[in-house]
């Protein structure tokens, strides 16, 4: 019994610390979602506890949202521009990313550092020449702009990403499929690529969730709000002077933001094979 209570015990700190782990993370989530649902006389009242349903749920913000606002139109922009971005950052990536890690010496590892330092300059450092080239293009006012601006920012930690991991794959596999007539294309793309799944995962679900949180350059580059992605509509068609829609603002981020989060936790296991793929070189 004495030996019992020892390990549950020794359990508790690490239990602890993972309780506090969980709802760290989760509270923001029940926080937008119980905003969601409250209705105005219950949300604004200083009285009421905010913690929980002081009146009974309602959807009005949700058919604020749709009926009353661009919501639906947002949704749609940020997908579209989301696989966009999606697209070309694999196209560019990936033989980026593998052409480096094929390349001896020392010369592709500089250069693949060099391409990932390009990823942390900031866009408040860029936005002003950025903003020059989209004007040459006539996409002012565009969202087509946000899919030529994002690549900038995707594309270089995706191929230094991918370039770990195709680092970690053996080149044997290649060398067999040559000597059994493929191409060093023909390689790539029957063998190389099915085998980085993980990773080409890992790859989209960043870009995918890196473009629809970007504000900066949506901010920048977007005025009209039919042409706006999710996260610039919402911060600024629901907020209008000093006055926050916080119902309609909460509804908002909850239904762009748990999508994202379920495919987090479907695909994690292959999300964490994909970061941690290229680790032992």
């Not at 060099?114 to 942390?120: A, D, E, Q, V, W």
């Not at 293009?137 to 991918?162: A, D, E, H």
């Not at 629901?238 to 994202?260: H, K, Q």
Request: proline share 6%.
């Amino acid at each position: 019994m004495r030996r019992f209570v020892g390990g549950v015990l020794r359990e508790v700190p690490f239990y602890g610390a993972v309780a506090f782990f969980v709802v760290l993370t989760a509270f923001p989530f029940y926080w937008m979602a119980i905003t969601s649902f409250k209705s105005n006389s219950d949300l604004y009242n200083l009285t009421n506890v905010p913690f929980w349903f002081n009146e009974p749920p309602t959807l009005e913000h949700f058919q604020y949202l749709f009926e009353q606002t661009l919501f639906a139109r947002w949704l749609l922009n940020s997908l579209i521009i989301g696989t966009c971005v999606v697209v070309i950052t694999l196209l560019a990536a990936l033989p980026a990313g593998y052409s480096l890690a094929r390349l001896t010496g020392r010369g592709g590892e500089t250069l693949g550092i060099g391409i990932f330092l390009t990823y942390l300059v900031p866009p408040t450092l860029l936005f002003l020449p950025l903003s020059r080239i989209v004007a040459n293009l006539g996409l002012q006012n565009s969202m087509w702009s946000l899919v030529l601006v994002y690549p900038t920012f995707t594309i270089p930690f995706c191929t230094w990403l991918l370039m770990g991991f195709f680092k970690a794959m053996p080149i044997e596999i290649e060398e067999a499929a040559i000597v059994d007539g493929c191409s060093r294309f023909g390689a790539f793309i029957k063998m190389v690529i099915p085998l980085s799944l993980p990773a080409i995962l890992t790859a989209v679900i960043f870009t995918f969730t890196l473009t629809l949180q970007e504000f900066v350059y949506a901010l920048t580059f977007i005025s009209s709000a039919a042409q706006k992605p999710v996260t610039l509509g919402v911060a600024t068609d629901l907020i209008r002077g000093d006055i926050f829609f916080w119902g309609e603002i909460m509804a908002g981020a909850l239904i762009a933001s748990v999508p994202v989060a379920i495919a987090y936790n479907s695909f994690l296991d292959r999300f964490i094979e994909g970061i941690t793929g290229g680790a032992v070189k």
